[in-house]
Nanobody, 124 residues
Framework: QLVESGGGLVQPGGSLRLSCAASGSTLAYSAISWFRQAPGNVREGVSCITRGGEETNYADSVKGRFTASRDNAENTVYLQMNSLKPEDTAVYYC???????????????????WGQGTQVTVSS
């Protein structure tokens, strides 16, 4: 089971760091993706980090602003979000998979495990 934390209310231009921790399992053998879903929208991929953390990829909308990292010793994956915009407002989820689905070939059901989500609201 994955548990996200770190969401909240922040002003435009601000920063937040989300965390994704595993309960009862290890994240070290999985790629971890971040998704987000705004009201009325489909769930969209934001980033993915490989098992060892050597590769990351990002949606065009967040490139240069968001950074994914992981600490396998702490069994935690992070998403540092800088220069936040109102359009980043959404519920953010982390998900576990064997590898990063860079080309978006697989449905959301392909992912092994999901967290419950954490709300991020960017507003003045």
């Amino acid at each position: 089971q994955l548990v996200e934390s770190g969401g909240g209310l922040v002003q435009p231009g601000g920063s937040l760091r989300l965390s994704c921790a595993a309960s009862g399992s290890t994240l070290a053998y999985s790629a971890i993706s971040w998704f987000r879903q705004a009201p009325g929208n489909v769930r969209e991929g934001v980033s993915c980090i490989t098992r060892g953390g050597e590769e990351t990829n990002y949606a065009d909308s967040v490139k240069g602003r968001f950074t994914a990292s992981r600490d396998n010793a702490e069994n935690t994956v992070y998403l540092q979000m800088n220069s936040l915009k109102p359009e980043d407002t959404a519920v953010y989820y982390c998900a576990q998979s064997p590898w990063c689905d860079v080309d978006r070939r697989y449905p959301l059901t392909w992912y092994d495990s999901w967290g419950q989500g954490t709300q991020v609201t960017v507003s003045s």
